[in-house]
């Protein structure tokens, strides 16, 4: 689903998009482009387009299929892409029971980390956004990150 | 997103050609094993035509490393572009890997 509307209170374009995909990492570079053609038509600089938004996203969507799904291509996660003039607001949900970002704050880049071959994606998610949080809901675990517009 | 495999003066010179992640990952890392395998040690990996990079693939390329050099070989990238080579900084890697800003740099540094 694909939506562009404006703000009634502000009048201020929002430009949202919201995707459920099957937990398949092989479709990880097809949202990650669609979300960045939102970014790129609010005019966000072109490092956030190659690198933060790319990236970051990528990663939560990988943690969201390996980890929260279990790789199970029965279960689904959800993505909402909300852009305006100012910030993207991405969540990324799955049907899991979540992790304690605050837990999860292994630095890679320790000489006893540097050579691991996992542990770097939490890391760059927060290296990449200004702000990544865990969002509380009822059922399943949704990660918010929020990028304002470089 | 692909991976060509050719051979310049000795050293396995690997293009990764678009991204490097999750999903296709396992198939660079195949890709260069196989070439272990078989006998080769030195080993280049291009990335003048690669989008982004994410920590799986980030991962795959520490696990080449440490393998390639437990076999008495080498893994040199290069032609980074400005956004892999700050992905790099981030994670220090670049303190990991031997990095040259040109292809012809990198073979001729073997």
Do not use: W
């Amino acid at each position: 689903m694909h939506v562009t509307a404006n703000d009634g209170e502000s009048d201020r374009l929002v430009r949202v998009v919201e995707v459920d995909i099957p937990s398949d990492v092989r479709f990880i570079e097809n949202v990650v482009e669609l979300v960045r053609h939102e970014c790129e038509a609010m005019a966000f600089a072109r490092r956030q387009l190659m690198l933060n938004v790319p990236v970051a996203l990528a990663e939560a969507l990988s943690n969201a299929i390996l980890r929260g799904n279990g790789d199970d291509p029965a279960k689904q996660v959800h993505v909402r892409a909300e852009v305006d003039a100012a910030r993207l607001v991405l969540e990324v949900g799955d049907e899991g029971q979540g992790f304690d970002l605050e837990q999860s704050l292994i630095d890679p880049t320790t000489p006893d980390n540097i050579d691991r071959e996992d542990g770097r994606g939490l890391f760059l998610m927060r290296k990449l956004m200004d702000r990544v949080e865990r969002v509380e809901v009822p059922s399943g675990n949704v990660v918010r990150m929020t990028l304002n517009r470089g | 997103m692909s991976f060509s495999i050719k051979k310049e003066g000795g050293i396995v010179v690997v293009d990764v050609e678009g991204q490097l992640i999750v999903g296709n990952r396992q198939e660079l890392k195949q890709k260069v094993l196989d070439e272990l395998e078989s006998g080769e040690r030195k080993f280049l990996i291009d990335f003048s035509q690669t989008g982004y990079i994410d920590s799986s693939g980030l991962g795959v390329l520490v696990s080449l490393s440490k393998k390639i050099r437990e076999q008495g070989g080498e893994l040199r990238l290069a032609n980074l572009n400005d956004d892999l080579k700050t992905l790099f900084e981030l994670t220090k890697l670049d303190t990991l890997f031997q990095i040259a800003d040109t292809r012809e740099r990198a073979l001729n540094s073997f």
